[in-house]
């Protein structure tokens, strides 16, 4: 019950650190980027400021599955989507640096775009349908030429019902072109923390990471099965964390 009734509270703060939080990281990573796109110190930023948000937000964060990344291995990181608090808890959870895709909008934010384009997030428009395919491609080897894996939510969108809904084809093309595994990568409990159209009532997250699929000697006709077989084992993680 108190919990409930200090939501708002928590909201009001959380949401006004957030924007403080993420525009003084915007400028900050910016910077950074433009004397050295490899800085250890935008990582460093990326971390605190992952770290800060959650924290604000009183979620507290379960990892499992660590052991299934090698350190220094690039990898097409999949994952579902359930809520605003995903992209922070997964920055957290998983001990390799990894940028995601985000919709063109974000990009025309004063100094959070700037921000986005600077550090390598993958700009996509949902508008543009098949053409966009091919760019993404490109961009997304950009980012693993500097040694970053790619984190896509393969849903297209994020979905705060909790269950797995139905993935696109666009994570596992870039790795098969690329030669890259698949990574999987569940989160849990974002949805809950913040519910749809209500206040911010914090609380457990999880994130889990399964086994790599490799991708080694596959070809675009593989791509619907390579999805299937990653929707699953996403499928069967966030089964457990119910």
Request: proline residues 6%; aromatic residues 8%.
């Amino acid at each position: 019950m108190l919990r409930l009734a200090l939501s708002p509270i928590r909201t009001f703060i959380a949401v006004g650190y957030a924007l403080l939080a993420t525009g003084l990281a915007a400028m900050t990573v910016t910077v950074q980027a433009w004397r050295d796109p490899k800085s250890n110190g935008i990582q460093r930023v990326i971390d605190y400021w992952s770290k800060s948000i959650l924290a604000v937000a009183g979620i507290s964060l379960t990892v499992e599955g660590i052991d299934n990344i090698e350190a220094g291995r690039t990898y097409v990181v999949v994952s579902n989507h359930q809520s605003a608090f995903d992209i922070p808890a997964q920055f957290q959870a998983i001990p390799i640096p990894i940028r995601f895709f985000a919709k063109k909008e974000l990009f025309g934010i004063p100094v959070f775009g700037t921000a986005l384009r600077a550090i390598g997030i993958v700009e996509v428009d949902r508008q543009a349908g098949a053409a966009v395919h091919g760019q993404i491609n490109a961009h997304s080897a950009e980012v693993v030429a500097r040694g970053h894996s790619v984190l896509v939510y393969a849903e297209g969108t994020r979905f705060q019902d909790g269950p797995v809904h139905p993935f696109k084809r666009g994570a596992f093309s870039i790795a098969i072109e690329a030669g890259l595994p698949i990574l999987p990568a569940m989160v849990y409990g974002g949805h809950l923390a913040w519910p749809p159209k209500k206040p911010i009532l914090g609380g457990p997250m999880k994130v889990a990471i399964g086994r790599p699929i490799e991708t080694a000697g596959l070809t675009r006709k593989d791509i619907a099965d390579l999805r299937d077989q990653t929707k699953q084992a996403i499928e069967r993680m966030v089964d457990s964390a119910v």
